[in-house]
């Protein structure tokens, strides 16, 4: 997805989902990067996965979980 941003591949983002049970945190990732493909680096990505599991189960074991 990064790749396809840097390329100027950015207007239509298709993702092809059977079901969605089990695949939460990377279809979600998927859409905010679609939204802002700038906001999200190798460097940052364990942010993310923390921001999100905060969300879903609470900040006491957030960082854990993610």
Known sequence: MSLA???GADRVWIV???HLKGYELPME???TMAWDPARWTAD???TFTET???R???PE???EIA
């Open 5 to 7: 941003a840097k390329y």
């Open 16 to 18: 092809n989902v059977g």
């Open 29 to 31: 990732f998927f859409i």
């Open 44 to 46: 940052n990505l364990s």
């Open 52 to 54: 999100w599991a905060a």
């Open 56 to 58: 879903e189960f609470g």
């Open 61 to 63: 074991h957030a960082a």
